[in-house]
């Protein structure tokens, strides 16, 4: 019998197999909300006095981000997200997205997360719903065990959300020879997912409500 074709199913998360965004949750769980209010406060002030070299939303995070988390110990963070990978599974998963995502499992389907999200507490949630791997926006740790205030490559929005999928799908691909094609879903649920969209051989919008509907 012929093997079926190998398939891939990338979530988004923010919205997606999470009910919020969390970034800015995080932030304040590292920071506290004043400095989280004042980091994005002077951020957008300084990102819209200037000539920007990438999107603005691109930008501003990457300003509130070395604000933030510039010469914070790694492995506090890392605990710190730990516990906030915990809350986000108790209290701020779709229960229709993960159980779509749990199908796809069943079907021995790889699952992914592909998120502008912070990988640091990304992985712990995927590690907790069993999911196959995380693609997602990540914080440099210097070699003196802090956090540089930059970030590892690019935050993974938009184009980069495909660029990265195609990345993992080579790599994984060159672990495990197959000359067929992959086919690939994608959930998301907004504009941000546009290009993940596009990508996907199924595109799937999961609307503020509970459905799932064609992109």
């Known amino acids: 019998m ?33 400095t989280t209010l004042g980091a994005i406060g002077a951020s957008a002030l300084y990102v819209v006095t200037r000539a920007r070299a990438q999107p603005i ?14 010469g914070r110990d790694a492995g506090l963070v890392g605990d710190i997200a730990d516990e ?6 108790r209290r701020h998963l779709r ?26 507490y990304l992985r712990p949630v995927a590690r ?6 995380v693609l997602a926006t990540e914080l440099e740790v210097g070699s003196d065990g802090r956090l540089t205030g930059r ?14 999928l195609d990345q993992w799908i ?15 879903w994608a959930y998301g649920n907004d504009g941000g997912d546009r290009e993940l969209w596009t990508r996907a051989d199924r595109a799937v919008r999961i609307g503020r409500r509970a459905s799932l509907k064609p992109a």
């Open 2 to 34: 012929e093997r079926e074709q190998p398939v891939v199913a990338a979530f988004d998360f923010d919205g997606t197999l999470s009910t919020r965004d969390n970034v800015v949750p995080f932030l304040h769980r590292v920071a506290g909300l004043r």
């Open 57 to 70: 939303r691109d930008e501003l995070k990457t300003d509130v981000v070395r604000r933030v988390f510039a």
């Open 84 to 89: 906030f990978a915990a809350d986000i599974v």
């Open 95 to 120: 229960a229709d997205a993960v159980a779509r995502a749990q199908w796809h499992r069943e079907q021995g389907h790889r699952v992914v997360i592909v998120s502008a999200s912070f990988g640091v």
């Open 128 to 133: 907790q719903l069993g999911l196959d791997a």
């Open 151 to 164: 970030l590892t490559g690019a935050n993974v929005r938009g184009a980069e959300k495909a660029r990265r």
């Open 170 to 184: 080579e790599d994984w691909r060159t672990e495990t020879p197959d000359a067929r094609p992959v086919f690939v």
